[in-house]
């Protein structure tokens, strides 16, 4: 069977009833668009917590309503724990951003010729799987792999590197590599090995080393640590089921295993708004860019999903 990864619910939001807000800021209007956006929208949402955090000039505003757990009680604050679920890609692409800085790895890469022993990827009508196809969601992976092995409290217990090879054998592609868009985190799955294999370290090292320890995001993690249990928001299905908190496995993280904080959010936005150092620009000017067009992309689906259709994907950003 294929193990669908399901989208925590937990917005980043507030309401008008137990707020906790951070401190009044100079910019007053960064605060009032804040609360105002976060009202609006923990009103009409209905669900039980929402956190919103904003980010501008230097200056942070944030704001947390309802609960971290239905009935708990308990407001979220700028330093409750959620988990992030697809953001984690573009934090993929961050670290990924580094490596092609460094000439560690190049976008026109061949994607074997940095996965572990055992992997064989195929080609398909003459093209090959390279980085940037996986990066910017153009690889002609299917959304998820086929695996088994897991249990309610691990459901991802079968997503291992032995799936991984299984997954790649045969005839693995929708569509070549490179012609189309299709939303994948098997796709990101084998980004992370891959660049786990270009930077000779695991992938939650390169991540620590090049993003979260140089911003000082000492809260984004991915498994939740012993004592942040009291932290953690709870996350909810699309029928509004609560998800429970399961572990991630190794080869997830890149696609979809982090957890964190408002506050580190703020420190990683903060840094992509920002302006200067030679190395940090260059970083920021190719995670950002805009490097596959949708024009002449066949199929282009499951990237519209974000309010506005999708007219072109960065590494890891839509």
């Avoid at 189309?180 to 991540?207: E, I, R």
């Amino acid at each position: 069977m294929t193990a669908t990864r399901t989208i925590p619910l937990r917005l980043f939001l507030a309401a008008a009833v137990l707020t906790c807000a951070s401190p009044a800021n100079a910019d007053r209007l960064l605060d009032e668009s804040v609360e105002f956006t976060g009202t609006f929208a923990f009103v009409s949402s209905g669900a039980p917590g929402l956190v919103i955090a904003g980010v501008r000039n230097g200056e942070t505003a944030f704001a947390g309503f309802g609960e971290t757990v239905r009935g708990s009680g308990i407001e979220p604050n700028a330093d409750t724990m959620m988990r992030v679920a697809s953001i984690s890609k573009a934090f993929c692409g961050d670290a990924l951003a580094s490596l092609l800085v460094k000439g560690e790895i190049g976008l026109t890469d061949p994607v074997q010729t940095h996965l572990p022993d055992g992997f064989v990827v195929p080609e398909k009508d003459g093209r090959t799987l390279r980085i940037i196809d996986l990066a910017t969601q153009t690889s002609g992976l299917p959304r998820e792999m086929a695996q088994a092995g897991g249990t309610p409290n691990d459901p991802y217990a079968g997503h291992t590197k032995e799936a991984m090879i299984a997954a790649m054998h045969g005839e693995p592609f929708l569509f070549p590599p490179g012609t189309g868009a299709l939303y994948s985190n098997l796709g990101f799955d084998l980004l992370g090995l891959a660049l786990s294999g270009a930077a000779g370290k695991p992938y939650a090292t390169v991540l620590e080393e090049r993003v979260l320890r140089p911003r000082g995001m000492v809260d984004t993690v991915f498994n939740p640590r012993p004592g942040d249990e009291g932290r953690l928001m709870q996350g909810h299905n699309f029928d509004g089921t609560p998800l429970p908190f399961v572990p991630t496995p190794m080869t997830m993280e890149c696609a979809s295993g982090l957890y964190t904080t408002p506050n580190d959010m703020l420190k990683w936005i903060a840094w992509h708004l920002a302006q200067g150092g030679s190395e940090d620009d260059a970083r920021r000017i190719i995670d950002h860019a805009s490097l596959v067009r949708r024009d002449g992309l066949s199929p282009a689906l499951g990237l519209d999903d974000g309010g506005a259709p999708m007219d072109a994907m960065a590494l890891g950003w839509v």
